[in-house]
């Protein structure tokens, strides 16, 4: 069997990138410490985690099993939720009227011009939360935003009006990447990726998480939760990634292209939720370009094959790769593609393709793809 390790979009067109596999945010998951995290302070400043702080006045908070009773993992202060990858996490407002806390840190590298990036980042709402939102976005910049205020965060201009009079004006920062409103992020018991990629225009080295619209710009919804004890919503975040992307030659694009029995494809861009088997609707592009190959050569036989990383029991993960597998089929066949092209096997955690002790190998391993069976 020929595995060809690449996205379906390669198999039609030249402009389709592949992913470089850096990771260009340090500590990404908030694993390294200077200091276990002892207590929530409203006015206090994140400084026990490496690598990241607060950008503004807005107390952000850090969380780790070994810290004390208010920042503990997983049950603290502010809810009660495992981390989606390790021991730690961040903690975040996003809703009040007036006021906001962000995430900021630096990267590896200044992001290059022209190039296009791949940016992620987990979210979890505090089952203490009254209501949830869909605009959690991030927000790339060339210099470090260090603000004072307790807000949402602005750019300040200063603007020269002639004669020696000048006026001070503030306008909102747009995230390069930020959740649709509609959708939204509402989930306390797992976790939810948020997810986009933009073209950098160069020199962006500092990358800011939270929200940047106003109360009612920020499709707020109010859950009617009976437990909330908090005055907002309040979001953990873990697991923040920024990838380059890198576009393939030409000639690498043809040989590519040719599509022979036995070859075995992994859909890069199809995506659930931690632990479930609901398509995401950021798997919708790729699997349409899918539907559209399947269309082009009618006589194309496939098996979509879904995998798991080690996390979890044997018959857990086993269902939930059967599951994975089977609702890709069924979005398939929703979309024209006729059943009798189509079977659904589930392999669980038995065909791991990198090493499931790193976040990077478990994320490569958790993956749907898809096997010529006839051509």
């Not at 049950?75 to 021991?87: A, E, F, L, T």
């Not at 630096?106 to 009254?130: C, I």
């Amino acid at each position: 069997m020929k595995k060809k390790w690449i996205s379906i979009a390669v198999l039609f067109t030249t402009l389709h990138t592949l992913y470089a596999q850096e990771n260009l945010v340090y500590n990404p998951s908030f694993e390294t410490y200077r200091n276990c995290p002892q207590r929530i302070d409203a006015l206090g400043v994140m400084n026990d985690v490496e690598a990241w702080w607060q950008p503004t006045g807005g107390s952000s908070d850090y969380f780790n099993s070994c810290g004390g009773r208010d920042c503990n993992v997983p049950r603290n202060k502010m809810g009660v939720q495992s981390p989606y990858d390790g021991n730690a996490y961040c903690g975040i407002y996003c809703s009040q009227e007036n006021y906001r806390e962000y995430l900021q840190t630096k990267l590896k590298q200044p992001l290059q011009k022209g190039m296009r990036y791949r940016v992620s980042f987990y979210v979890s709402l505090s089952d203490k939360a009254p209501h949830a939102i869909g605009t959690m976005g991030a927000l790339f910049t060339t210099e470090r935003i260090a603000d004072t205020s307790r807000g949402i965060l602005t750019r300040r201009e200063s603007i020269n009006l002639g004669n020696g009079n000048s006026q001070s004006i503030s306008t909102p920062f747009t995230p390069q990447i930020e959740n649709n409103a509609s959708n939204t992020l509402d989930d306390t018991k797992g976790w939810t990726m948020v997810s986009g990629e933009f073209i950098a225009e160069g020199g962006e080295q500092f990358i800011t998480i939270g929200n940047f619209n106003q109360f009612n710009h920020s499709g707020v919804v109010d859950l009617h939760n009976s437990s909330a004890v908090l005055p907002g919503a309040y979001y953990f975040i873990d697991e923040v990634s920024v990838v380059g992307q890198t576009i393939p030659h030409t000639d690498t694009l043809k040989k590519d292209s040719t599509i022979e029995q036995g070859d075995v494809f992994t859909l890069n861009e199809v995506y659930f939720e931690t632990g479930k088997s609901e398509l995401l609707q950021q798997s919708f592009y790729e699997l349409s370009q899918l539907i559209t190959l399947l269309k082009k050569h009618p006589s194309i036989r496939i098996e979509v094959r879904g995998h798991t990383d080690n996390q979890g029991t044997i018959e857990f993960n086993q269902r939930l790769s059967e599951q994975r597998a089977k609702a890709v089929a069924d979005y398939l066949m929703t979309n024209g593609i006729d059943s009798s092209r189509l079977i659904w096997n589930g392999y669980g955690k038995s065909q791991p393709v990198d090493d499931n002790n790193t976040p990077e190998g478990r994320q490569h391993n958790r993956r749907v793809e898809y096997k010529i069976i006839e051509k």
